[in-house]
């Protein structure tokens, strides 16, 4: 059984730096494509950053590009996003995300498998 299960979310001051962690087990990884994405009440989830299977190829939403980072270590079948410079507009419940596939995509609909989110809260 697949279970993916995120780690690392706080309450932090505006300008400040959290590193998220997202493991996940029940297969191997390696091969597949992972992403971040955020949600706040009322609101869709948001795609924030992806990170491909095999070649680890990027991709970030614009509202993070240059502050966030995604990265993976797949010999412990985790990724990591690295935020600085945060921001209170990125307070969220953030969300890690797997898919079976290794292509990235930024839609919710595209992962199979999903954490149960870690909070976010960027104080102003």
């Known amino acids: 059984q697949v279970q993916v299960v995120e780690s690392g979310g706080a309450l932090v001051q505006a300008g400040g730096s959290l590193r998220l962690s997202c493991a996940a087990s029940?297969?191997?990884?390696?091969?597949?494509?992972m992403g971040w994405f955020r949600q706040v009440p009322g609101k869709e989830r948001e795609f924030v950053a992806a990170?491909?299977?095999?070649?680890?190829?990027?991709s970030y939403s614009d509202s993070v590009k240059g502050r966030f980072t995604i990265s993976r270590d797949n010999a412990k079948n985790t990724v990591y996003l690295q935020m600085n410079s945060l921001k209170p507009e990125d307070t969220a419940l953030y969300y890690c995300?797997?898919?079976?596939?290794?292509?990235?995509?930024?839609?919710?609909?595209?992962?199979?498998?999903w954490g149960q989110g870690t909070q976010v809260t960027v104080a102003s």
């Open positions: 995300a797997v898919r079976r596939g290794g292509g990235i995509a930024s839609g919710p609909g595209a992962y199979d498998y």
């Open positions: 990170i491909s299977g095999y070649f680890g190829g990027t």
């Open positions: 029940g297969r191997t990884f390696s091969s597949s494509a």
